[in-house]
């Protein structure tokens, strides 16, 4: 909502652009059949034409409205949402814009209780988290997809009905510029929480609605604070109720608080009432001087999510799969994965070089990773927002000895959570390997990142397929040369990055790690090998190369082999 | 003062605060004041007791119960 006055679409920093209905082949009586139709144009379906085009698939990418969002706000990238948006050519105007963060304070009535600090590992090249308004997010992945003749990007272009077959569906399409049916291989349906594809096929989201309600406002103001998440609990400017304080560029703060217990929800999103609560905040922390309001909202936390994040030819990625509490930060960043897994997947199966099976393992992994982030979320929502009586009274309890004790201090972490770990998957066969080694990555888990010599890194090697890491104290024996030569015969985009301790390193592609940094974040002694997947999980990783294991997993990753 | 792993902490948070709710609200402080005594009961310290009763003590007067 906006102040009264304003138009919908009436920001006090952002320029909404107006997108046309294109005139489409289909409304000339052409049927042809198009290999992805995705459904919805926010940031999870735009990178999912973008990680597809990155393979050479084409898409036909709709959405009903003509411009971007401005409903849902979300505000937080997470370091591998910004490798994500790297490997699609997007990153630039986000590490531009965004505003990089890694601390946080907690405060209760007033007093600072616990000070977050996430890891910022020496090798890493972005920050673990970015404050960008979706709005930004969405232009700049726009720029992205206006710019590649792969995706064919159809404005104002509303999904009216879909037929959901075996090997396809048919689709109708109704924009100002007529109606139309559209045949496509494959539907990903990224068209959101209240999701209309999941509503035509008859499915339901499952899973658990809580209590409490926030309002989320966006306000413009002078106010000189770092960029830092602060969560204020008990605080004098809104008594009652948890308080969460966001900045983002332009100027522009976000203040979540939560509203009373037994308070109208009509009552608390009356512009009257968003203007006093918030000025009480701001009084709260010290910010007197003018402030303007510019959009707010009302929000209660759901987990919910598909049973199954693919029917048949119909596959859910974002929010139409799964709906998470915004405190972990995990609804964006997981459907960004979303998009990368299933994007990957796809292509090589239309590129007629995988097994359709090997777009089974997308639901078991990124369902998985939307139980993982219900486990933290149930904990930090009861936190945020405790249920009952004796959840209340548990966290008075705990938030008033944190004034003078560090024991429980703790449980006020808001858990931003670490990307999942395939550890389980079909695609990560031999996870027991991991005992091999006395620390490092395990298997499944996202790849570290490392600097180079000179000024760039590690996973800046890493190619669209599969790539091996081997660490080596020379140039690889004839087995590992002879491995390395089939993986790149199973898989023609596959690269293999030599890290060596050696001096040989000048007269070949290979890494030199002269003072052993990369071994040591990879536990890696020589000999070892890594094997990373296009998203750069870790599939596997062997002491010493196991040909027949490290073919088999590259098999399994590439939709060549199947369990 | 508490040697129990983060991970366990957390736990017994959370059972702390089924347990209140299953006491429900007449009868919470008689759980609470018993649960007191079992546990100082199985700590088997009367020094430990009095520091925790104290720790718990300060800082009392500043809170309004929710």
């Known amino acids: 909502m906006r102040p009264a006055g304003k138009g919908a679409l009436e920001s006090l920093y952002f320029d909404y652009p107006q997108f046309a209905a294109p005139r489409v082949p ?52 997470a370091r591998p949402s910004m490798h994500i948006l790297e490997r699609i050519g997007a990153v630039a105007p986000f590490v531009e814009k965004a505003l990089g963060w890694r601390f946080g304070r907690s405060y209760y009535r007033g007093e600072q209780i616990f000070r977050l600090e996430m890891p910022q590992p020496p090798g890493e090249k972005y920050l673990p988290m970015y404050n960008l308004q979706q709005q930004y997010i969405e232009q700049y992945l726009h720029d992205v997809v206006a710019a590649n003749d792969l995706i064919d990007m159809r404005w104002q272009s509303e999904l009216s009905a879909i037929e959901a077959r075996d090997d396809g569906a048919t689709v109708r399409i109704s924009s100002l510029a007529g109606d139309y049916p559209l045949n496509a291989d494959y539907v990903l ?84 009432n968003i203007r006093a609560r918030v000025g009480a905040i701001l009084a709260d922390i010290g910010h007197t001087r003018p402030w303007e309001l510019e959009w707010w909202s009302v929000y209660s936390a759901n987990t919910l999510c598909l049973d199954d994040y693919r029917h048949g030819r119909v596959i859910f990625i974002g929010d139409a799969a799964h709906i998470v509490p915004i405190f972990g930060v995990r609804g964006l960043n997981n459907g960004l994965a979303d998009a990368e897994n299933i994007g990957w997947k796809l292509a090589l199966v239309l590129n007629g070089e995988a097994n359709e099976r090997l777009l089974d393992s997308y639901s078991p992994e990124r369902r998985g990773a939307t139980l993982d982030v219900f486990a933290n979320a149930t904990k930090s929502t009861r936190f945020m927002t405790p249920p009952t009586r004796g959840w209340r009274l548990a966290r008075e309890a705990a938030l008033s000895l944190s004034l003078r004790h560090e024991f429980p201090r703790g449980l006020a972490n808001p858990r931003q959570m670490q990307p999942y770990t395939y550890s389980g998957s079909r695609l990560t066969p031999y996870a027991g390997r991991d005992a091999e080694f006395a620390g490092g990555p395990v298997c499944g888990s996202a790849a570290p990142n490392a600097k180079l010599g000179d000024g760039s890194y590690l996973l800046d090697c890493a190619g669209n397929g599969m790539t091996a890491i081997l660490f080596s104290a020379g140039p690889p024996n004839a087995e590992q040369a002879v491995l390395l030569a089939e993986l790149s015969r199973i898989d023609k985009r596959f690269v293999p990055i030599v890290v060596t301790s050696g001096g040989w390193a000048s007269e070949t592609k290979a890494i030199a790690d002269q003072d052993g940094e990369i071994a040591r974040l990879f536990a890696a002694m020589p000999g070892a090998l890594y094997l990373l997947r296009p998203d750069l999980h870790i599939a596997g990783r062997w002491k010493a190369a196991v040909p027949a294991e490290i073919l088999k997993t590259a098999g399994l990753c590439l939709g060549s082999e199947t369990p | 003062m508490s040697a129990m792993p983060f991970e366990d902490f957390e736990i017994a948070y959370e059972t702390l605060a089924t347990a209140i709710d299953q006491a429900g609200p007449e009868r919470e402080a008689l759980f609470l004041a018993r649960l007191a005594l079992v546990l100082g009961h199985e700590l088997g310290d009367i020094t430990a007791f009095r520091n925790g009763i104290k720790t718990a003590l300060e800082g009392l007067d500043q809170d309004v119960g929710s």
């Open chain 1, 26 to 77: 289909e409304l000339d009586g052409a049927a042809t059949r198009h290999p992805v139709l995705i459904v919805g144009a926010g940031p999870i379906g735009m990178t999912a034409a973008l990680v597809l085009a990155r393979y050479g698939i084409r898409s036909v990418l709709i959405d009903r409205k003509d411009t971007f969002n401005d409903g849902s706000r979300a505000i937080c990238i």
């Open chain 1, 189 to 272: 349906a990224a068209d959101g929480a209240r999701s209309p594809v999941r509503s035509m096929l008859g499915l339901r989201l499952k899973g658990d609605n809580y209590e409490g309600r926030y309002v989320i406002a966006d306000i413009r103001m002078d106010h000189d604070f770092p960029t830092e998440r602060r969560a204020f609990f008990e605080p004098a400017g809104n008594p009652g109720g948890t308080v969460l304080i966001h900045k983002q560029p332009n100027n522009i703060w976000r203040v979540d608080y939560q509203l009373r217990e037994g308070e109208s929800e009509q009552d608390a999103i009356r512009e009257d």
